[in-house]
């Protein structure tokens, strides 16, 4: 086909520099359907100097053209994967420039130091003034900290974003399929009364209190000679390992032959099967939640427990600010250390000079995160995992 007429379009031209990329920009809006996307793109790519765009490159040149600092960059990818109402809001947070904020506010206090510091060691042959890093202690002490409460957020973070691991373990039979399915909201795990029934873990994915939660059912716990449920048990046992919340089920009528140990991670116990003793059989159960998949009963409570724990693990810096980005998290790490090691220069009584310059190196730590002394490779990187078109 030859470049003849084969949609009517809408052209919108954005003049720089007030375009999202502050370039000349020219969005064309055509009908939906594949088809005519397709032609337009092979007709365009055609011309001279015009190229299908890299992943993420319209990011990437806002980010060249000032228009963006690096953490706000990353934030667009993060509204895209966003996947739960708390996770949109961290993106919100970072698009409107919160990590910038909170990091500028820090890199104005590490400058004042320096510009002290350097100012005091421009003078120091004229004897006019002697520089004793030490004064700067307290200062130094106070941006590690702001540093480190952001970094505590990221744990939390990682989470919004990725989803919290919710896994169902206990012995056969007692209902872990069952409150699995409940769950979920429809039956995606087969349930039988034979024991063993489960055999892969499985996931599904449920939102709690706005969270985004997977929900992993598992194979039963127990000895056998089965080759095939043995691989699901120890698919169990990793998934033990890599839960951040663990949902531990006894039933009246399952046998428990093999303890489990979820080391330090959280638990929540329950009794399932409340359907089938009495009540004050029940309340003699310690388990935090009583519920009967029969029934329904305590399954909200349940609900209830699994957000209070999930709240359990948030950390907020000021202004409710909260990190996802592994990079971000590293950065900050080793911003700390940076910092760390300014600190035990003032105990070991360093030479100003190399007092000064360690500081000049957590600044520039810190620059690496909103992008003004982030390294190429690490840039490319970072963009690399934008989807074409963003
Ligand atoms: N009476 C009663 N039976 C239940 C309840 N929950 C599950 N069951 C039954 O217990 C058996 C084992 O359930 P399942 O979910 O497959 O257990 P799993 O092996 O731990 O996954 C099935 O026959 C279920 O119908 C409950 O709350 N009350
Ligand atoms: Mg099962």
Do not use: W
């Not at 000349?24 to 001279?48: K, M, T």
């Not at 004897?127 to 130094?140: A, G, M, N």
């Not at 900290?145 to 989470?159: H, K, N, P």
């Not at 810190?366 to 995992?385: A, C, M, Q, R, V």
């Amino acid at each position: 086909m030859g470049a003849g007429i084969f949609d009517d379009a809408v052209v919108t031209y954005f003049p720089a520099p007030n375009s999202a990329t502050g370039e000349d920009v020219v969005e064309i809006s055509v009908h939906g359907g594949e088809f005519i996307q397709q032609e337009l793109l092979r007709v365009l790519a055609n011309q001279d100097s015009v190229r299908l765009a890299e992943p993420g490159e319209f990011t990437l040149r806002s980010f060249l053209n000032e228009k963006i600092d690096l953490s706000r960059a990353e934030a667009v990818a993060e509204t895209i994967n966003a996947q739960s109402a708390a996770a949109h809001q961290l993106a919100q947070d970072h698009l409107h420039g919160g990590i910038r904020r909170y990091l500028d506010q820090i890199k104005h206090d590490l400058l004042l130091i320096i510009s002290f510091v350097e100012a005091e060691l421009d003078f120091s042959d004229q004897e006019i003034s002697r520089v004793k890093p030490e004064k700067h202690l307290d200062q130094i002490q106070s941006i590690k900290r702001r540093a480190e409460t952001l970094l505590s957020t990221y744990f939390y973070g990682q989470r919004l974003m990725d989803g919290f691991r919710v896994v169902l373990i206990g012995p056969t039979n007692a209902g872990k399929s069952s409150i699995f399915n409940v769950l979920c909201g429809f039956d995606r795990a087969i349930v039988t009364e034979y024991p063993g029934t489960t055999r892969d873990t499985i996931e599904g994915e449920l939102s709690i209190a706005g969270h985004r939660v997977i929900l992993i059912d598992t194979a039963g716990i127990r000895a056998v000679n089965d080759p095939i449920e043995n691989i699901g048990i120890d698919r169990s046992l990793l998934e033990l390992d890599r839960a951040d919340i663990v949902l531990s089920i006894h039933a009246p009528d399952a046998q428990v032959d093999m303890p489990l140990f979820p080391g330090k991670t959280p638990v929540i116990s329950i009794f399932n099967k409340s359907d089938l003793i009495s009540d004050q059989a029940t309340a003699k159960t310690t388990a935090d939640v009583i519920i009967s998949c029969k029934t329904g009963s305590g399954i909200d409570l349940l609900r209830q427990k699994l957000a209070e724990k999930i709240l359990l693990s948030r950390t907020m810096a000021d202004g409710g600010l909260i990190i996802a980005s592994q990079r971000q998290a590293d950065t900050l790490q080793r911003f700390s250390d940076a910092c760390l090691a300014a600190e035990t220069g003032i105990f070991s009584k360093i030479e100003p000079e190399y007092f000064a310059s360690d500081l000049r190196n957590a600044l520039s730590i810190l620059g690496e995160i909103t992008g003004e002394t982030t390294p190429d490779d690490i840039l490319n990187e970072i963009f690399s995992t934008f989807c074409i078109g963003k």
